[in-house]
């Protein structure tokens, strides 16, 4: 097993420039002692050199840190700021899909991105394009077969749980196992208790409530239970809020209070379990301003990103 890890992480070591990173150490050494460093001091690790730069920002790196399991999760937000939205990190583009979307569902399973909906079936390229399948491997997008029954246009919120693929429309929601290659419906109970946008933790669906509660969705005995513990130190989520996994704790973020000017964004991360009696529980252990931004400005979306 350690000849294994050790082959592994030479072979993700490959070195990403020409120059040396360190005088008189293999590249792929030296690559694994910068893979040890945590990320909030990569900054200044790429103030050291042309190939030290070019080094914190590869992909060998993050390949590496992810063998050593090194690798650390990090809060990206996007924010709508005066009819704009921004992306506090850069993007680039990737393999186009089979059909244009908009207001598609979009989730990962095993390191592949699955997208429903988001575009008409008015002609046969649509239709059969309606739901896809990405293999960032091959960089190929390939079409997932579908009932023509099911496929709706616009998707509002999606959840991967286990195996199984949410994507919720305007009337009911569809079901799709990623394993089986199977479809079906939305059971009604989660449907009509899906409010806002929502975050799984160790298989439980969580969302706010229209009292701006938390409450997690069950899906083996399809039914609703209150997070209980959070509700003195957390407020109504009646908007302006979103959530999401971040390594293994439940991530809320929203908008705060402000001097007029501008807005606190504030950021509760949740430890969440199972009680005896079935019940779900929480224990807020982090709670802060995050970020401060422009006032009108407004939380899309987050994501949690391992590197």
Not at 18 to 35: C, E, G
Not at 126 to 144: H, K, L, M, Q, Y
Request: some cysteine.
């Amino acid at each position: 097993m350690a000849e294994q890890t050790a082959a592994a992480i030479s072979a993700a070591s490959a070195p990403p420039c020409s120059l040396q990173l360190i005088p008189n150490l293999p590249d792929d050494i030296s690559l694994q002692i910068l893979a040890r460093v945590p990320r909030f001091h990569h900054p200044f690790l790429s103030l050291v050199s042309k190939s030290w730069r070019s080094a914190v920002t590869s992909p060998q790196l993050f390949r590496t840190r992810s063998i050593l399991g090194t690798a650390q999760f990090s809060l990206y937000l996007s924010l709508r700021v005066e009819s704009s939205f921004r992306w506090f990190n850069k993007w680039e583009l990737g393999p186009k899909m089979r059909a244009a979307r908009e207001f598609s569902a979009a989730g990962e399973s095993n390191g592949k991105i699955y997208v429903i909906g988001g575009c008409n079936v008015d002609n046969w390229t649509r239709s059969i394009n309606w739901a896809e399948v990405f293999d960032p491997i091959t960089g190929i997008w390939s079409a997932i077969p579908s009932a023509i029954e099911l496929r709706d246009k616009w998707m509002h919120a999606s959840a991967m749980i286990g195996s199984r693929f949410y994507a919720m429309a305007d009337r009911g929601g569809v079901v799709y196992d990623v394993g089986s290659g199977e479809w079906g419906n939305v059971p009604k109970r989660l449907d009509l208790g899906w409010r806002g946008r929502a975050a799984v933790v160790d298989s439980v669906l969580y969302c706010y409530d229209y009292l701006g509660k938390i409450r997690g969705y069950d899906v083996e005995n399809d039914v609703w239970k209150e997070l209980r513990g959070v509700d003195k130190g957390l407020p109504k989520f009646l908007c302006y809020s979103t959530m999401v996994n971040l390594d293994g704790k439940l991530c809320v973020v929203w908008e705060g209070k402000g001097n007029g000017k501008e807005v606190d964004v504030m950021c509760a991360e949740i430890e969440v379990k199972r009680d005896d009696d079935g019940g779900l529980s929480g224990t807020i252990l982090r709670l802060d301003v995050i970020l401060v931004v422009p006032k009108g400005a407004s939380i899309s979306h987050c994501l949690a990103v391992e590197f």
